[in-house]
């Protein structure tokens, strides 16, 4: 097969799309001549702009039926040859179906499979390798678009120098210095993935105090009071920017942080495929699955009995996250910036 016009539907979560990296530069390398165009939600169209297999980034701001019959109906005058559906929704092969690309590939879930002209199979978990950038993999390999899983299968965003020259500069109008640890203690789907506020603050002030560092916050306008309650307690130069960047300008100022400290979350994955010693602590999910992947990443978990619940709220006393004391984090934490 040869296509000469790609069009890929983003999934909608900055996690998920991380993880969707090497599935996109499996396509680039597969159809180095073709025009790849990612169609994203605008929360996380930032992620792509600098990657060298997004030829153009198509904003998707549909919201009802009306306007997302629209959205297919303009992108049917793209003249795509082949759309790669990397979100699961009937939604995605809908919109692939209204802007008649003739070639319209994704898995055969919620009920999409006759708007598919390859329906691929879901494949059961103990088909493919745990970690959830395989499922992405798989999906092009079951497809027939890739004869076997790219030997270099890693997370990593490859505008991460741009960015970091670009964040350095932010952090440097803010007064912040050039050695910036960044924090993020929120996590979208839950409490039960957040580790204690007044330990990423211990943590966070053990770090700073060793390498002579300011400390970077960060979080959704949602998180701005639990971001301050850590800022409030970090005793060195510290700025609060929760709510305060979009996705493109907080993955310039990740990318220039010397070392990250994080729950299991969007931010966790970011500054990981950006290559930033990446410090996460687990407790609710599976780090195995969902973990961070890059060289300088490290998760920081307590072995309990009932962990991974997978639950959004811990029922009991939020052990798993309890036992996990802020010197043994920032312990690892400088550890890798040796």
């Not at 007064?175 to 943590?203: E, H, Q």
Request: charged residues 25%.
């Amino acid at each position: 097969m040869a296509f000469r016009k790609i069009l890929v539907r983003a999934t909608n979560w900055v996690g998920d799309a991380v993880m969707s990296l090497p599935a996109l530069r499996a396509l680039r390398e597969k159809f180095p001549d073709a025009e790849i165009a990612i169609l994203a939600k605008p929360w996380v169209a930032d992620l792509y702009g600098r990657e060298p297999f997004c030829d153009r980034l198509i904003p998707y701001t549909a919201c009802d039926l009306p306007s997302k019959w629209r959205a297919g109906r303009e992108l049917a005058g793209c003249g795509f040859d082949c759309a790669i559906l990397l979100q699961n929704a009937f939604e995605a092969a809908a919109i692939a179906f209204a802007a008649r690309v003739p070639e319209r590939i994704g898995y055969a879930r919620d009920g999409r499979s006759a708007l598919l002209t390859r329906a691929v199979p879901v494949p059961r978990r103990d088909e493919i390798r745990r970690h959830e950038r395989f499922y992405y993999l798989e999906l092009l390999r079951r497809a027939g678009i890739l004869e076997k899983m790219p030997e270099n299968d890693s997370i990593r965003l490859d505008g991460a120098a741009a960015a970091r020259e670009a964040g350095l500069a932010r952090f440097e109008k803010f007064g912040m210095g050039d050695a910036v640890i960044g924090v993020s203690p929120g996590a979208a789907y839950g409490t039960a993935k957040r580790w204690l506020p007044d330990r990423f603050a211990d943590a966070a002030n053990r770090v700073a105090k060793q390498i002579g560092a300011s400390v970077a916050i960060f979080g959704s306008k949602d998180e701005r009071d639990l971001c301050e309650s850590v800022a409030a307690a970090v005793k060195v130069p510290v700025r609060n920017f929760a709510g305060e960047t979009s996705l493109g300008e907080f993955i310039e100022m990740a990318a220039a942080c010397r070392v990250y400290l994080t729950n299991d979350s969007g931010a966790m994955h970011i500054a990981s495929a950006l290559g930033v010693p990446t410090v996460a602590i687990f407790g609710a999910t599976d780090d195995i699955g969902t973990g961070p992947t890059g060289p300088l990443a490290r998760v920081v978990r307590e072995n309990v009995e009932c962990s991974p619940c997978l639950k959004r709220e811990c029922p009991i006393d939020h052990r798993c996250m309890t036992r996990v004391e802020a010197v043994r984090v920032a312990e690892i934490a400088l550890d890798l910036l040796k």
